[in-house]
T-cell receptor, first 111, second 113 residues
Framework: GQQVMQIPQYQHVQEGEDFTTYCNSS?????IQWYKQRPGGHPVFLIQ?????EVKKQKRLTFQFGEAKKNSSLHITATQTTDVGTYFC???????????FGQGTILTVHP | DAGVIQSPRHEVTEMGQEVTLRCKPI?????LFWYRQTMMRGLELLIY????????DSGMPEDRFSAKMPNASFSTLKIQPSEPRDSAVYFC???????????FGSGTRLTVV
C-alpha cells in the first residue's frame, strides 16, 4: 500500500524559532492533508493540498505541495507554546481510494 | 453538528474480557475509519468502511478484532478476548469520502490489565 515517510520524528525548539516537518512519498500523491494533535487530544484537520506546487497559508503556518506531488512540508514561523503537539500528514494516490498517515512529528516548544 | 461521537471515553478491563467500542459518525459522511494509536506504532488504520461496507480490513490485527457498521449512523469495534497488548487509544473518524478531510472522535482509551 501507499507509504509516506515523515521527518523529523521529534523537534525541540525555543519559542520564537521556526519549525518545519516534511512528508515524502516514493510515488505520486493525489492529495495530502495535514493534521495537528494536541497532547491528550485527537487529530484535527488543518488543510488539504491537491495541486502540484500548491502553497497555502494559515496565519503562521505555511503548507507546500511539491511540484512532482511526491512531498509536502508544513512550516511554522515564530513558534508559540500553543503550537505544541504532533503534526501528521495523511496522503495517498488515486489508485488507493484512501489515505495513509505518516508517523508524525512531535513538536516541543520551550518558553 | 456534534461531531464524531465515541463511547466510552475510557475503558479498563481484565484480560480475556470482551470489549466493545462505539462510534457515531457525522451525519452525511459515508466513510468511516477505525484507528489505533500507541507510542510505539503511531496511528494505525484498522478498518475502513464506505457506505457501511468494509472496504479494507487489512489492518485488523487478528481474529480477536471485529468491526461492524449496521447502518450509516453507527459502528462498533469489538475485541474478544482482550489482551494487555491491546491497550491503546482507539479513534473513530468519518469523512465525506475516502480521500476527503477526516473528522476524528475524541477516542477511547483502552487499558487491559
Amino acid at each position: 500500500g501507499q507509504q509516506v515517510m515523515q521527518i523529523p520524528q521529534y523537534q525541540h525548539v525555543q519559542e520564537g524559532e521556526d519549525f518545519t516537518t516534511y512528508c515524502n512519498s516514493s510515488t505520486t500523491l493525489s492529495n495530502i492533508q495535514w493534521y495537528k494533535q494536541r497532547p491528550g487530544g485527537h487529530p484535527v484537520f488543518l488543510i488539504q493540498l491537491v495541486k502540484s506546487g500548491e502553497v497555502k497559508k494559515q496565519k503562521r503556518l505555511t503548507f507546500q505541495f511539491g511540484e512532482a506531488k511526491k512531498n509536502s512540508s508544513l512550516h511554522i514561523t515564530a513558534t508559540q507554546t500553543t503550537d505544541v503537539g504532533t503534526y501528521f500528514c495523511n496522503a495517498g494516490g488515486t489508485s488507493y481510494g484512501k489515505l495513509t498517515f505518516g508517523q508524525g512529528t512531535i513538536l516541543t516548544v520551550h518558553p | 453538528d456534534a461531531g464524531v461521537i465515541q463511547s466510552p471515553r475510557h475503558e479498563v478491563t481484565e484480560m480475556g474480557q470482551e470489549v466493545t467500542l462505539r462510534c457515531k459518525p457525522i451525519s452525511g459522511h459515508n466513510s468511516l475509519f477505525w484507528y489505533r494509536q500507541t507510542m510505539m506504532r503511531g496511528l494505525e488504520l484498522l478498518i475502513y468502511f464506505n457506505n457501511n461496507v468494509p472496504i479494507d480490513d487489512s489492518g485488523m490485527p487478528e481474529d480477536r478484532f471485529s468491526a461492524k457498521m449496521p447502518n450509516a449512523s453507527f459502528s462498533t469495534l469489538k475485541i474478544q478476548p482482550s489482551e494487555p497488548r491491546d491497550s491503546a487509544v482507539y479513534f473513530c473518524a468519518s469523512s465525506s469520502g475516502g480521500t476527503l478531510p477526516y473528522t476524528f472522535g475524541s477516542g477511547t482509551r483502552l487499558t487491559v490489565v
